[in-house]
């Protein structure tokens, strides 16, 4: 019992931290649990519309390939059938998820020899550094994305160093394998990289079925979103991420490498320290082929592929799952690495020791000066984000559904209004439609083309904004009917939402619903206009 008290003052940590933020938020949005992004509110639309209607989509009027972690809204579509809608769920979840993931980054600790305070203080720092309950409280599928990643390091790591042949442990590498990569398509990279080191030791039966393991569940998903007329891959990748189909060139894809960097300038360390760490490990033991250089190889090599291919930011949670990795690791690689960090003339060659020892410090030290600022950041603002999102998305699906029952909306911001109301959405930005993308891919997205969806759906109101990276122009057709501004805006890609009429006979009906909804909204609107 004395070797678990890390485990059980980490977790502590952990719940006194996300109900601190919960609490602070909850008195910011009257009372009531508001995630601080509107993706949230996708992955409560797509479960809720699954649970009750069958329907994968974020209306229950059509299917619709809006999310890249299906795993995820699949387990919230679960307990949505077992004990109805609620929106405490995915928050209810991912800590569950963050219990999980500290008892199973005790377990490998354990395993790498590491005493009890240290093991404590790597946990306290996976804690505020990831930050842990800022993903929690995200309401999002990054923790057990993070999760599902260390129990797939601590299963695939013995296969491809022990002799034998797989036998059970494997089954269930193939199973977690699955679930990684249909919790966030960027296990792709990580599976990748595993499966080339599996043929590097000529386990070739191993990595084909590693390969099938990850290729299946992607494989049907993608046919089901083809026979439902959408692309193979999630529109959310398709948008957001930096792939080659999209950016359409090499320099293009390195531009969006630059500009990752850019944006998260702690993840770039996270190439050289694992790989100067690796480097030193593998000079000690006289191999490469150990776990301690097999976890910090995948982890340099994930990280190069995530700066290349995805995206970072978005309230700190993309690139969540490699930081509590290069963490964790950097803990266990302590022991075999110490004695040449501080002896590195003890390692021959001594020149290229010493010059992956300073590799290691200078790397440390910049990632932990950037990660403190972006964990600083993180907790500073998560109930600002909380009220962001409360006073302006949460307050566009209350409008939605409390004055335009049964109406289409055009909206840039889909998740609050597509969970809170039963109307049918058409999603200018192309998560929650399929038509913007096929026009934006084709060139053909512009003003005409945009009024002409809107008359061909018979659109009824635009809840949109203006300004901003999503924003839409409007239509000199287009009728305003109100508009409200938030203060403190941190979070949003714009703070003023606008409402307008798209066609005559609906001019009253949003109008006069925007009167009676003004009065509904949160005291502290900095400005209201209709």
């Known amino acids: 019992m004395r070797t678990a008290w890390p485990l059980a003052a980490s977790i502590l940590l952990f719940l006194v931290l996300l109900s601190t933020i919960v609490s602070a938020g909850m008195r910011l949005c ?14 409560l639309a797509t479960a809720k519309n699954l649970a009750l209607h069958g329907v994968w989509g974020i209306t229950r009027y059509a299917f619709t390939s809006s999310i890249s972690s299906p795993l995820f809204t699949l387990l919230i579509a679960i307990v949505f059938r077992l004990i109805g809608v609620h929106e405490w769920v995915p928050l209810a979840l ?10 199973v980054t005790d377990i490998a600790l354990k395993r790498a020899a590491v005493k009890p305070l240290v093991r404590f203080a790597c946990m306290a720092i996976v804690v505020v550094g990831v930050p842990l309950p800022i993903l929690a409280v995200s309401g999002m599928e990054h923790v057990v994305q993070t999760l599902l990643l260390f129990v797939f390091l601590a299963l695939y790591i013995p296969i491809l160093l022990e002799p034998a042949p797989p036998g059970r442990t494997f089954a269930w590498l193939l199973l977690v394998t699955a679930a990684l990569v249909m919790a966030r398509y960027e296990g792709v990279g990580t599976v990748s990289i595993a499966g080339l080191l599996l043929i590097i030791r000529r386990k070739w039966f191993q990595a084909a079925l590693l390969g099938l393991a990850a290729f299946v569940p992607l ?36 531009a969006g490498l630059a500009f ?17 760490l690796a480097y030193i490990a593998w000079r000690r033991n006289r191999t490469m082929w150990n776990s301690t250089v097999i976890g910090l190889i995948l982890l340099a090599g994930s990280v190069a592929l995530h700066l290349t291919f995805a995206r970072v ?9 490699l930081i509590a990795w290069a963490i964790v690791w950097s ?12 002896h590195p003339s003890t390692v021959r060659p001594a020149f290229a020791s010493w010059l992956a020892a300073a590799g290691v410090v200078v790397s440390a030290l910049m990632f932990v000066y950037f990660d403190a600022r972006r964990a600083d950041e993180a907790f500073a603002n998560a109930s600002l984000a909380m009220k962001n999102v409360y006073d302006q998305p949460y307050q566009l699906g209350l409008f939605a559904r409390d004055e335009l029952p049964g109406a289409t909306l055009l909206v840039d911001d889909m998740g609050a209004i597509s969970f809170l109301s039963d109307d049918r959405i058409l999603d200018v930005v192309g998560l929650g439609s399929i038509e913007p993308v096929i026009a934006m891919r084709h060139g053909a997205f512009n003003a005409a083309w945009l009024d ?21 122009a409007p239509l000199p057709s287009w009728i305003p009917a109100g508009s409200w501004t938030i203060p403190d805006n941190y979070v949003l890609a714009c703070d003023t939402a606008h409402v307008y009429a798209l066609q005559p006979s609906a001019k009253a009906e949003v109008e006069s619903g925007f009167r009676n909804f003004r009065s509904k909204l949160p005291r502290d609107i900095g400005s209201i206009s209709y």
């Open 313 to 321: 930011g978005w309230f700190f949670r993309y690139e969540a799952y």
């Open 331 to 342: 803990f266990i690689a302590w022991p075999d690495c110490r004695p040449a960090l501080f």
């Open 260 to 276: 990752n960097a850019h944006m998260a300038p702690w993840l770039p360390w996270l190439i050289p320290l694992p790989a100067c």
């Open 452 to 472: 002409a969806w809107l008359k061909r759906e018979h659109a009824d109101a635009a809840l949109v904004h203006i300004t901003g990276p999503w924003s839409v």
């Open 219 to 254: 494989a049907a998903f993608a046919w089901l979103s083809v026979a439902h007329g959408w692309y193979a891959i999630p529109n959310s990748i398709l948008i957001k991420a930096n792939m080659p189909h999209r950016t359409g060139t090499i320099p293009a894809l390195l």
């Open 30 to 43: 009257d009372g009531k649990l508001i995630y601080p992004m509107d993706d949230t509110y996708i992955h």
């Open 94 to 103: 991912n800590v569950i998820a963050g219990i999980l993931l500290l008892y």
